[in-house]
């Protein structure tokens, strides 16, 4: 089967720092990305997603960056907010999605 | 516009007994997919119903069962409940299918005793 993994399974950072969260995937006919957020007690909420032709695709406060030559995602949250603190997941679509296990971002205040 | 809907938010079943699951799509999506998401094992996916018709499946055994109505409403059954099927049930919905965005429902704490 597919194996998306994510390299830390936590994280902490201080309120305004910015995050990064990688990610990496296992399948190089992969060709659509999404991060999701997942707050305790909640479904995944989509953050942004980016196609296989694209290196870099940013939305409000976030960015996601794609490198297919190691196969390697990741998110970027610009001014990290007590808000964030979420388990963070990418996920990895080849006819259908294969989701990574989460890393847990707290934001220290 | 509402999102994905569920119920049951929890659930405590014992061993043994069977349970139904109830996912309500964002309007006009017509793909809803059902995944298990247990600690450290990330999602795991269950099926994906279309138009009332299960179009993929998972590698789950027999037990788990599902269904979609004309409404895009679905229901995930699971029978002879087992300890190990303790889990967050999550249910998405999508326009087209599994390459589309699944946007997830709040799901469903199965707790089995």
């Known amino acids: 089967g597919e194996s998306v993994g994510l390299h830390l399974p936590t994280l902490s950072v201080q309120e305004g720092d910015n995050s990064i969260i990688n990610c990496a995937y296992s399948?190089?006919?992969?060709?659509?990305f999404i991060w999701y957020k997942q707050e305790s007690g909640k479904g995944p909420q989509f953050i942004i997603d980016?196609?296989?032709?694209?290196d870099k695709r940013q939305g409000q406060r976030v960015t996601v960056l794609l490198n297919k030559t190691v196969k390697h995602l990741s998110l970027q949250i610009a001014a990290t907010q007590p808000g964030d603190s979420a388990v963070y997941f990418c996920a990895e679509n080849m006819s259908q999605f294969y989701f990574g296990t989460g890393t847990s971002l707290t934001v220290i205040p | 516009k509402a999102g994905v809907t569920q119920t049951p938010r929890y659930l405590i079943k014992t061993r043994g007994q069977q349970v139904t699951l109830s996912c309500s799509p964002i309007?006009?999506?017509?793909?809803v997919s059902w995944y298990q998401q247990t600690p450290g094992q990330g999602l795991q996916f269950l099926f994906e119903y279309f138009s009332e018709t299960q179009r993929n499946k998972g590698n789950f055994p027999g037990r788990f069962s599902g269904r979609q109505f004309s409404n895009s409403r679905s229901e995930m059954n699971v029978s002879t409940l087992e300890l190990g099927d303790s889990a967050l049930y999550l249910c998405?919905?999508?326009?087209?299918?599994?390459?589309?965005?699944?946007?997830f429902g709040p799901g469903t704490r199965l707790t089995v005793l």
């Open positions: 980016i196609r296989s032709n694209m």
């Open positions: 309007s006009g999506h017509r793909s």
């Open positions: 998405a919905s999508s326009l087209g299918g599994l390459s589309d965005t699944q946007y």
């Open positions: 399948n190089s006919a992969s060709d659509y």
